[in-house]
């Protein structure tokens, strides 16, 4: 339960979530961006036009076009109460100066400094700007009432001023934080409606996909009956209905495969005992002939024995290798000490003088003893009918791949294979020319030693010697322990 | 007493009729006793009437099958038992030795290997150490051939026994089955090492306190088994 929980939030699941809510919060913030920005604009442009047509209506409301002489000061000081007269907003009115040089307005009479350049571009007409001033934005206004200027020659007459207005905007920019706030927190809450809609649906979307997935893991542990339950109609139910269609195909197949090698099993387990039985009576009676009769009558009972034994031994390696095709083969492992099972090998047929046996007393492995002989008793008695003396059986820990286990190399010094037998000499009833003639194996030897070395894991290979002669190499993996344990 | 050279009267089952004649005749001139009967019905019937040394057993037989037969014979007699079988496949061996048989072999069978395993089953351990040892209320009397427990008389198979003496032979001392296997079986190849698993088991039963926590003879994984001596 703890493994589902685990992976309910991650793989797939979380990237459709993932994605779900990443395009969710995209358009949130693609639409509260664009309605900032159009906002921010509309506002600005409403209190910029507002206090610019103010200026303008003021100018032209305050100056007459004919002045009266000395009235520069009084001009002035009705401009700057009437343009002021507004919360957050300051005016100065400047006199145009006569010699044509710019007049700033007293530094503090408005909420921010007048540059030259702005006061000489005000000179020519209305312009304005935004000043951001100790984080609060401003309005900066300056225009010159009219084009009319009294030259040197005529002091007396009155220049209309110039004016400079300064207008906070800070009523607006708190507006937008409010608004800008308020926006943020709509795309907070569409981020959490987001990433619960997505969990929501990609969790209707995983079931289906979660009970396949667990389906299937139990059809792969030989639940064969598993199936899911379809339900509506579209890409899912499809790949449900598909995926029960080929569990039930499975099932099929597997059942007949079942009953095909149980049937064969049988087959070879009845064969074994109709063939052993009438084998065992034919070997002891046989016996007792060879032993009894003399003469030519005792030399055809010998050759009747022979060939019976010979015929029990193919029987035999027939059974054998039926049962491996069958993968009816079992082995019984056990911790044998290497050179005990050679040399037990070896001396049960008679052979301890024809071969010479190299390796470490103490090496041990786990295999299975019976079939380690049977693989043993086959390469040293093919190399001792085939091949020339002197035989040797070689045998030491070799790991391979990082497994531990033994090798042993059988080699004697004949001719070595015939070249178009070295990559089939482990096929069935394969037997050199010369062999077919004098050998009385059945040709399934080398078959029956190979089969009982992969059993085992292990592997078999043939090949000739840098010297002539043949080289069988086997290595199966298993050795039991390391050094120093438990010595007998 | 049945020794290297002598022989043995046997108990031969085997339903087919070749076979039995056969083998019959060439234990026989092995220069065995041989009773041998069609069924295990009535080789039941023999064995309390002639009470052999030995019973060889077929496992496929009509009615009771070997392996049934070879377990009623173990209920009331430590009679050695060699099944004959004709299929070397796992379930009739494992069957067989849980039922308490001492060796198997696989059919063919050579009349000269048969000759050898029922003289390597009957033979007892050897008798030059005459002594008997205490381990704790088991005791082995190598005289005599007798192992008690707390006074009773254990009633062992002639395996069970040369397996047990031969592990109390040298206590604390580990043996691989493989040695086991020739020690007292007298393979002389390796041979199936459920054979010693097998017996090791009916020892136990008869002489551990608690065969399922056994104390005198320990398996030792990996390896084989060791007798401690209390």
Known sequence: ?488 | MPDTGGVASILFVEDDPAARAALELALTRQGHGVTSRATGEDGLDALRARRPEIAILDVMLPGIDGIEVCRRIRREDPLPVILLTARGDDLDVVLGLEAGADDYVVKPVEPRVLDARIRAVLRRADHTRVDRSVYGDLVIDRASLKVTKAGADLRLTPTELRLLLELARRPGQALTRQHLLSEVWEHTYPGDSRLVDACVQRVRAKIEDEPAEPRLIETVRGFGYRFNAP
């Open chain 1, 1 to 488: 339960m703890t493994g589902d929980a685990g992976r309910r939030f991650t793989g797939l699941r979380l990237r459709l979530a993932a994605a779900f809510t990443a395009v969710a919060l995209l358009a949130a913030l693609l639409a509260s961006g664009i309605s900032y920005v159009l906002l921010r604009r509309v506002m600005l442009q409403r209190a910029q036009d507002a206090v610019l047509s103010e200026v303008r209506d003021t100018l032209t409301r305050q100056i007459p076009p004919r002045l009266p002489p000395d009235t520069a000061a009084l001009i002035r000081a009705q401009l700057e109460e009437v343009l002021g007269d507004a919360p957050g907003r300051k005016a100065a009115a400047v006199p145009v100066a006569l010699d044509g040089r710019v007049n700033l307005p007293p530094p503090g009479s408005l909420d921010v400094p007048v540059t030259r350049e702005f006061a000489r571009r005000a000179l020519r007409g209305v312009v304005f700007q935004r000043v951001i001033r100790n984080g609060t934005p401003y309005l900066l206004v300056g225009a010159r009432a009219s084009r009319y200027q009294t030259t040197l020659e005529e002091p007396w007459r009155t220049t209309p001023p110039m004016v400079f207005v300064s207008a906070s905007l800070s009523r607006e920019a708190a507006d937008l934080r409010l608004f800008t706030r308020a926006l943020l927190i709509a795309d907070a809450l569409a981020l959490v409606s987001a990433v619960g809609f997505a969990l929501l649906a990609t969790r209707g979307v995983l079931r289906p996909v979660r009970g396949l997935a667990a389906a299937a893991r139990a059809l792969g542990e030989g639940d064969l009956e598993t199936r899911v339950t379809v339900r509506g109609g579209d890409e899912l139910a499809d790949l449900a209905r598909t995926f029960n269609r080929t569990a039930e195909a499975l099932e099929r197949t597997v059942t007949d495969l079942r009953a095909m090698e149980a049937a064969s099993r049988r087959f070879v387990a009845d064969v074994s005992h109709e063939l052993r039985t009438p084998l065992t009576s034919m070997i002891a009676v046989t016996d007792v002939l060879a032993e009894q009769a003399a003469d030519e009558n005792g030399a055809a009972a010998r050759l009747v024995a022979g060939e019976t034994r010979r015929l029990g031994r193919l029987v035999e390696h027939l059974i054998e290798i039926s049962r491996f095709d069958a993968g009816a083969a079992a082995l019984v492992l056990d911790e044998v000490r290497v050179a005990d099972a050679v040399a037990g090998t070896l001396e049960a047929r008679g052979w301890r003088d024809d071969v010479a046996v190299h390796g470490p007393p103490d090496l041990f492995a786990r295999l299975d003893p019976r079939r380690f002989d049977v693989v043993i008793a086959n390469l040293v008695g093919n190399a001792l009918r085939h091949g020339g003396p002197p035989v040797a059986v070689r045998f030491e820990a070799a790991d391979r791949h990082g497994v531990a286990g033994v090798t042993v190399v059988v080699t004697d010094h004949g001719p070595g294979l015939p070249a178009d037998l070295v990559d089939v000499v482990f096929d069935r009833f394969v037997k050199s020319d010369a062999a077919r003639s004098r050998s009385d194996g059945s040709g399934l030897g080398l078959s029956i030693a190979k089969e009982n070395a992969m059993l085992h894991g292990g592997t078999l290979t043939a090949a000739n010697g840098a010297d002539g002669g043949a080289v069988f190499t086997l290595w199966l993996p298993g050795r039991p322990f390391p050094e120093g344990e438990e010595a007998p």
